[in-house]
């Protein structure tokens, strides 16, 4: 059965969506549908859409500088490393965002290792530079 949620009644960023696609769960058990867009301010966000097995999610946009800040802050990166993005959501949500950042390219497992990642060389364009320069914008 295909999941998706209610809108939020949380205020959204207003994103422009650049790209809608699919990519499996981490367990290869059902597949997740996302966006991938840009802000005004030109910041890159992810949000998940659907999930056609049975894991519910948090479906807000969620934006890269968020995620590469925790993702610098974690080695190997692990669902837990980006729980704190989602705090108070559903449990599924990390692990659902570690699924959608290996399809588009930012993560790759570890050498034998099934659940732990790190970060590639490319942001959300496809271009190279480290996900940690994200992070490091002064304020």
């Known amino acids: 059965m ?3 949620p209610k ?3 949380d205020p959204s960023p207003e994103v ?3 790209k809608s696609s699919t990519c499996p769960t981490l367990s290869h058990r059902s597949t997740l549908t996302y966006e991938l867009g840009l802000d005004p ?4 966000h992810f949000r998940i859409i ?3 097995g ?3 999610f948090s479906p807000e946009w969620v934006s890269w500088a968020s995620i590469a800040e925790a ?7 692990t669902s837990r490393s980006l729980r704190p993005i989602f705090k108070g959501k559903s449990v599924n949500t990390a692990g659902f965002f570690l699924a959608i950042l290996i399809a588009e390219g930012l993560l790759v497992n570890l050498p ?3 659940r732990q990642f790190t970060a590639t060389d490319k942001t959300p364009t496809g271009t190279t530079s480290k996900a940690t320069k994200a992070s490091n914008k002064k304020s």
């Open 2 to 4: 295909k999941k998706t």
């Open 112 to 114: 034998k290792k099934t």
């Open 7 to 9: 809108p939020s009644s």
């Open 16 to 18: 422009t969506t650049l």
């Open 41 to 44: 301010e030109k910041t890159f």
């Open 50 to 52: 659907s999930n056609d």
């Open 54 to 56: 049975g894991g519910f």
């Open 71 to 77: 993702i610098s802050k974690a080695q190997p990166v």
